[in-house]
């Protein structure tokens, strides 16, 4: 019996995310997804700000499915950050919304705490999504310092389509 009202509770996320985010002013479309030659651009520019303040990043930029488009990890960045950055693009794409959204919400409480209930939702700032034309087309990531840190070096990279 828990199976099926963990699944209902789970059918009913889901419907209610996109509303959520069209309510939070989230897009709620996807476009043509990010190619690699873009990809590489975006990625540049967040390697660029992460070594203007001397930060060491992972950086990953991933289609509108979530899946990776480009990679980079500079030099003595921490092991562990690979897969987070490549999370956070992969969390920003799917849901439609910056990985602060969720972070933010955590830190709210309350209601608050059933985004650890979604399934590959990453509550840590530093993925989002990639915008070209009003429309969604994929999502950076980026992980190596503070969650600010990270989400700056996101931020410089997203710009690029802007």
Do not use: C
């Not at 889901?14 to 309510?23: F, M, Y």
């Not at 092991?79 to 693009?89: E, F, H, L, R, T």
């Not at 992980?143 to 996101?154: E, H, I, L, M, P």
């Amino acid at each position: 019996m828990s199976r099926y009202f963990l699944f209902v509770a789970l059918v009913v996320v889901a419907a209610l995310v996109p509303r959520a985010a069209a309510a939070q002013g989230q897009p709620t479309m996807y476009g043509p997804s990010v190619v690699a030659e873009q990809a590489k651009t975006i990625a540049a520019a967040a390697v660029a700000e992460a070594r203007k303040n001397q930060w060491t990043m992972a950086i990953a930029i991933v289609d509108t499915a979530g899946d990776l488009v480009y990679f980079e990890r500079m030099d003595h960045t921490q092991v562990g950050s690979v897969d987070i950055a490549q999370a956070k693009a992969r969390s920003a794409a799917r849901f439609k919304r910056p990985t602060k959204a969720f972070q933010d919400a955590l830190a709210a409480g309350g209601e608050g705490w059933r985004i650890l209930s979604l399934e590959g939702a990453v509550a840590v700032e530093g993925g989002i999504p990639l915008m070209s034309g009003g429309k969604i087309v994929g999502a950076i990531g980026a992980s190596g310092g503070t969650s600010q840190q990270d989400g700056v070096t996101a931020a410089a990279g997203a710009a690029t389509l802007k």
